[in-house]
């Protein structure tokens, strides 16, 4: 039994590969996410009534 390349198992711990860069934070001219939260919740409220909308949702407006 010698030792072969397929016994060699220093291979398995070798370095990953670097991820990608990770994006950038938002810049100050983008807005929140969240704004007009409250005005996308009327409209839908509007849109297919009060069944559409959790109560957690219903409690917001």
């Not at 398995?12 to 810049?27: C, L």
């Not at 969240?34 to 849109?47: I, N, P, V």
């Amino acid at each position: 039994m010698g030792n072969t390349n397929d016994d060699d198992e220093r291979s398995f711990f070798s370095e990953a590969p670097m991820r990608p860069a990770a994006k950038a934070k938002a810049t100050l001219d983008e807005k929140p996410h969240y704004l007009g939260h409250r005005d996308r919740l009327r409209e839908r409220f509007a849109l297919a009534g009060p069944d559409a909308l959790p109560d957690y949702e219903l409690l917001e407006l």
